[in-house]
Nanobody
Framework: QLQASGGGLVQAGGSLRLSCAASGGTFSRYAMGWFRQAPGKEREFVAA????????YYADSVKGRFTISRDNAKNTVYLQMNSLKPEDTAVYYC??????????????????WGQGTQVTVSS
């Protein structure tokens, strides 16, 4: 089970940190990803991190502004979002899957999904 939190309303240029707490499984076995979905748009990849935490992946639109990290001792993955823009407004979902390589960016590769947390960036 995945529980996402940390969303909210922030002004453009501000920051938020999303958290996703996992329970009921061996967290360290899973790659973790963040995806987002804006109204009227398809779900899109944001960031992902390998099971070990050694490899990270980012969508071009967030590279340099967002940072994904994980704490396997706390069964939690984080998404630090800085320099937020109105176009970052979306529901953000965390996901877990036994994924390796660049397929980590494909939402179809994930087995477990959190409930989503709303991020709204005002201009």
């Amino acid at each position: 089970q995945l529980q996402a939190s940390g969303g909210g309303l922030v002004q453009a240029g501000g920051s938020l940190r999303l958290s996703c707490a996992a329970s009921g499984g061996t967290f360290s076995r899973y790659a973790m990803g963040w995806f987002r979905q804006a109204p009227g748009k398809e779900r899109e990849f944001v960031a992902a991190i390998s099971w070990s935490g050694r490899t990270t992946y980012y969508a071009d639109s967030v590279k340099g502004r967002f940072t994904i990290s994980r704490d396997n001792a706390k069964n939690t993955v984080y998404l630090q979002m800085n320099s937020l823009k109105p176009e970052d407004t979306a529901v953000y979902y965390c996901a877990a899957g036994v994924v390796v390589g660049t397929r980590i960016t494909y939402f179809s590769e994930y087995d477990y999904w959190g409930q989503g947390t709303q991020v709204t960036v005002s201009s």
